[in-house]
């Protein structure tokens, strides 16, 4: 079964860091571009940031730019978006999915939320 | 990077059909190959609809079909039924790798 697991999120003061996990498993994570979609409580998907399937070609939302980094370790089947400088509208749950072979995405995890305040 | 208008809400009666555009510009929707479609229950991750404008994965009911024309996509479901209440969104490729998402709309079911 095509499975993605996030962890990692929590409460956390404005200016501080975390780092979200995502571990794959059901399917050939190394041959995949991953992404990382956010929903902020009550409202619509955001798109946050994009990888390649080697790691080499990241791509993100301007607003996150400089402060967020996606990056991927394909030993582990694991992705990983650090995040840094938050700011209270960064509180969201977070999702990973799994760009499918159409580009649209097919597998997303369940989320994981966090929740940038003082 | 902005987000692609679709109208907040939408409702039908059972059997009935409804279409949910979703507008954006030539940078996304009209010069996109890759607009997809994705559905949402409450409290739940989303779920793929429609992939590459018009196609549906396996799996996904017949009942929902979608097309584009120009700088607006449509998402249709024909034969509403109940389980289709939820929130529907559309996403497209808005630069090299880079992604928008609709507003979201909220289907009701009379």
Known sequence: EVQLVESGGGLVQPGGSLRLSCSASGFTFRSYWMTWVRQAPGKGLEWVANINPDGGDTYYLDSVKGRFAISRDNAKNSLYLQMNSLRPDDTAVYFCARFGLTAALDCWGQGNLVTVSS | ?110
């Open chain 2, 1 to 110: 990077q902005s987000a692609l208008t679709q109208p907040r809400s939408v409702s039908g009666s059972p059997g009935q059909s409804i279409t949910i555009p979703c507008t954006g510009t030539s940078s996304d929707v009209g010069g996109s190959n890759y607009v997809s479609w994705y559905q949402q229950h409450p409290g739940k991750a989303p779920k793929v609809l429609i992939s590459e404008v018009n196609k549906r994965p396996s799996g996904v009911p017949d009942r929902f079909s979608a097309s584009k024309s120009g700088n607006t996509a449509s998402l249709t479901i024909s034969g509403l039924q109940a389980e289709d209440e939820a929130d529907y969104y559309c996403c497209s490729t808005a630069g090299f790798h880079i992604y928008a998402f609709g507003t979201g709309t909220q289907v009701t079911v009379l």
